[in-house]
């Protein structure tokens, strides 16, 4: 079993829907987790982190983590043509040891 | 305050030739990570380092690649005697000391070094 698990994509959606990426996690002690957004070519930067159970919302983006399930998601509200890109979870499985996710491909059709 | 320093951006070796990539954590960071990604793939962990120490090396592949983070200086990545396979971009990442749920610290990513193997 693959320690941070993310369906790869492609999830495509028309402009103005709701995109919803999804990942699951093996490690139970696994303490926070995090969202980045990877253009093509570029760099992976830091959407959002959550590290306790339920809902954090911010401007379009909302994250939900469920521990007992060992489920993480991130949903983009309004999608935007700018919101097409990789989207990778990552794990802090604690003493600092992040581990990602291979990635989800999102579309955002116009 | 500068970001997570990588160099090169871009290096082209020819196959068997050494590669190296250096990398320079964030100011205050004492963690430093390397990445791969091959294309169209996501990132795969290699080695977590502090300095002078290897924490989890557990990513790297068995031969001809090493790391280090020696006292002074930047993190070394050093691939020997390359092959077309290790051809991809190669993303350094450092941390706080401390990574505690709570702070919401996390890890921050360098540019990346492409390394082409032709």
């Known amino acids: 079993q693959k320690e941070v698990e993310q369906n790869s994509g492609p999830l495509s959606v028309p402009e103005g829907a709701i995109a919803s990426l999804n990942c699951t996690y093996s490690?139970?002690?696994?303490?926070?987790f995090f969202w980045y957004r990877q253009y093509s070519g570029k760099s992976p930067e830091l959407i959002m982190f959550i590290y306790s159970n339920g809902d954090k919302e911010d401007g379009r983006f909302t994250a939900q983590l469920n521990k007992a399930s060992q489920y993480v998601s991130l949903l983009i509200r309004d999608s935007q043509p700018s919101d097409s890109a990789t989207y990778l979870c990552a794990v802090n499985r604690g003493l600092n040891d992040m581990r990602f996710g291979a990635g989800t491909r999102l579309t955002v059709k116009p | 305050n500068a970001g997570v320093m990588q160099n090169p951006r871009h290096l082209v070796r020819r196959r068997g030739q050494e590669a190296r990539l250096r990398c320079s954590p964030m100011?205050?960071?004492?963690?430093v990570y390397w990445y791969r990604q091959l294309p169209e793939e996501g990132l795969k962990f290699m080695v977590y380092l502090q300095k002078e120490n290897i924490i989890d090396e557990s990513g790297m592949p068995k031969e001809r690649f090493s790391a280090e983070f020696p006292k002074e200086g930047p993190s070394i990545l050093r691939i020997q005697q390359v092959v077309r396979g290790d051809s991809a971009a190669y993303f350094c990442?450092?941390?706080?000391?401390?990574?505690?749920?709570?702070?919401?610290?996390?890890?921050?990513f360098g540019e990346g070094s492409w390394l082409t193997v032709v």
């Open positions: 990442a450092s941390s706080p000391p401390s990574l505690q749920a709570s702070d919401g610290n996390t890890i921050y």
């Open positions: 100011k205050g960071h004492s963690h």
């Open positions: 490690d139970r002690g696994s303490q926070s």
